[in-house]
């Protein structure tokens, strides 16, 4: 049976093969026990990763500390020239790190490379950001004075990462981070470490060719407890962190305490409002692609369908049918939609969400459950589902990360679609489908979705790397990537210069010697 290339795209990624029983990749000083992935593809070990000691973190922390003292004093356009370097790297590894993200997380291939993408895309926004970093002049009240306001690096920025975008996520933080002049230590996801090692691998080799630093880019390795070394840490200004919203609280609480900032990318549970006047065509597709893309593992996937009443069996009957069309099975096979959960205990949420939803009154439409036999041998893959269900079920209130689609209904104007749509604990991606322009401008006014992201006519799934990505409430209220997200990287310090022969107080208070 083909491996669809894994075992060379392993050895292009600086990755050793495991059959010989050796830890894999470059490991940045990381020498604890072996962390082993396996694939939820087929079940197969793919390699094993060294964990980080507290000795090994002290290591990093002193190559970072020590690397950001001359990283900030490179011109911010000569940091662009390295981002750019990194960039076509990433251009020329594209297929073999998309392969890898698609085997040890289980998206399908198309989407690995979508997510490669976004890194390259992430890089190519630096790049030009690196001369845009800048501050605004502020008229003084006093004769004589001018004040303004700079933007410099905040130090060594904390990076932790979730499973299912194992890579773009570091990017998005690290490229614009390396641009403010900051470096960076990334915890990535223990349930895909050697995507983590990859990404190492490929940076480590820029960093060499330009003579710079390797504490520019360290990574440690292992669970929430190596998370727990940096979010403790004084000397980590900044804690970017990427998972669940249970991460989230007690990460945010523990950086706080400290008086650290912190970004905080959590959970959501988006839905999509469907409109009297909604295109079957624009609406199927956003739909299902949000609800069983990435097998419903991705912090944007759709979860709720908020269907008006008068066209509820019309859209009903659409999504059930193209549901039957989804083709389940190796993510690796570009004829299959839809690829595995990322592991076991992802199932059995999976199949605890189904029992939830029927014991609180739920109908099934599309029946889920887990596939068995050849091609499934993991144990993960698992059947899109799709429950008629009622929004304040405690189910549907709760992210389960998992293809389970619910379907409800509203009745009368826009503004009880919007209710509901309002009416969770998450606030990160909403989405209306409408022909009505009123509809369309009231969803997104201040009295409309109350999520980071609000969308009209695509769905809720996926975002560009121009744009602020973050959500409200639960969601954490971060924002990284595109627009201005740049700032959080970076401390503002306020200046005022005074170029008169006077010393005239702020107020006009006066104060005679
Ligand atoms: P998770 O919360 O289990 O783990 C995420 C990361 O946090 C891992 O690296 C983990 O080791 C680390 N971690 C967990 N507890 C920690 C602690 N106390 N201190 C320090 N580090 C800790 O999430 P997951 O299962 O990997 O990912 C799925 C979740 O991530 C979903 O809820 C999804 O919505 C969310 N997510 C959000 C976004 C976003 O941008 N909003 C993007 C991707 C994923």
Redesign the pocket.
Known sequence: MTDFGIQEALQELGLKAINNGTSTGSHNFSSGELIESYSPVDGKLIGKVKTTTKEDYEKVMEAATKAFLSFRNIPAPQRGEIIRQFGNKLREKKAALGKLVSYEMGKSYQEGLGEVQEMIDICDFAVGLSRQLNGQTIPSERPGHVMREQWHPIGVVGI??????PVA?WAWNTALAWICGDVCVW?????APLCTVACQNIITEILKENNLPEGISCIIN???????M??TDTRIPLIS????????R??GA?VAQRFGKFL?????NNAIIITPTADLKVVVPGAVFGAVGTCG?????TRRLIIHESVYDKVRDAIVGAYKQIKIGNPLDENNHVGPL?DKDAVNTYLAAIEKAKAEGGTILVEGGVLEGKGYESGCYVKPAIIEAENHFEIVQH?T?APILYLMKYSGEVENAIDQQNGVAQG?SSAIMTNELKEAEKFLSYSGSDCGIANVNIGTSGAEIGGA???EKE??G?R?SGSDAWKVYMRRQTNTVNYSDELPLAQGIKFDL
């Open positions: 932790i990462s979730a499973f299912n975008f996520v915890k990535g996801s223990e349930k292992g669970d929430y407890k190596v998370g727990e940096m979010t962190a990427t998972g669940s919203t249970k991460m989230g007690i990460v523990t905080l990318e959590l959970g959501g593992q991705r912090c944007t996937s990322i992210e990360f990160l990505f973050g959500g969601t954490g971060g990284e």
